[in-house]
């Protein structure tokens, strides 16, 4: 069975644009979360999305956002890129909402210049 | 009260030693601890995970241990390997419906197996 697919796999962006970022969960999982990873902050919870409804957010600014679609693949977008939001940016699926056992994908590496 | 502190930072063990990471969490609502291993350029794989109702959970050279009243759990990596050679995160999770998959991390191990 597939795993969690990310899309792309790496990008370079300027200062200032905005970006967005596509994660297909494990077929059959409806929840899908997105973290960010940087080595100063380690990994850092963004959202989650279960039924297209985010379910839980974490510490970050507006610029960061997130969808799910209906068949619960999902998306984020940075806007007003900053330097500091070079990372690499994880997305997991789960079964459920509260289902814990959480699979991640190989990440998207976005480096802002 | 979210945070799991993880140690040490780095780990260096010869081939056939035991690898021992330690954790601790401050949250007495998480009831769910996984483990993850995450080589250069690839994402988190979840490895073995334990939740508190059991002290002991082994699968295969891995082995997590929990202390409910101390709010510790460890991994054991016996007969280490090159191939272990990763950076270990342990995390942590509460079930409900505001917590949903929430993962929170502690801050990573850096293990080198020397062959």
């Known amino acids: 069975k597939a795993g969690v697919t990310q899309t792309p796999r790496y990008l370079i962006k300027t200062r200032g644009q905005q970006v967005t970022l596509s994660c297909s969960p494990i077929?059959?999982?409806?929840?899908v979360s997105w973290y960010q990873q940087t080595p100063g902050q380690g990994l850092q919870f963004l959202f989650e999305y279960f039924s297209e409804t985010q379910r839980n957010k974490g510490n970050f600014p507006g610029r960061f956002s997130g969808r799910q679609f209906s068949n619960s693949r999902s998306e984020m977008n940075v806007s007003t890129l900053e330097l500091g939001d070079s990372a690499l940016y994880l997305c997991?699926?789960?079964?459920?909402?509260?289902?814990?056992?959480?699979?991640f994908g190989e990440g998207s590496w976005l480096t802002v210049v | 009260q979210q945070q799991v502190k993880q140690s040490p930072q780095s780990l260096i063990v010869q081939k056939g030693g035991i690898s021992i990471i330690n954790c601790a969490y401050e949250?007495?609502?998480?009831?769910?601890f996984p483990w993850y291993q995450q080589f250069p350029g690839k994402g988190p794989a979840l490895l073995i995970a334990?939740?508190?109702?059991?002290s002991e959970k082994k699968e295969g050279r891995f082995t997590i241990s929990f202390n409910k009243s101390a709010k510790q759990f460890s991994l054991h990596i016996m007969d280490s390997q090159p191939g272990d050679s990763a950076t270990y995160f342990c995390?942590?999770?509460?079930?409900?419906?505001?917590?949903?998959?929430?993962?929170?991390f502690g801050e990573g191990t850096q293990l080198t197996v020397n062959p």
């Open positions: 334990i939740r508190p109702d059991v």
């Open positions: 949250n007495t609502a998480f009831d769910y």
């Open positions: 077929s059959g999982h409806r929840s």
């Open positions: 995390a942590a999770s509460s079930k409900g419906e505001t917590s949903g998959s929430r993962l929170t």
């Open positions: 997991a699926s789960s079964k459920h909402s509260s289902g814990n056992t959480i699979y």
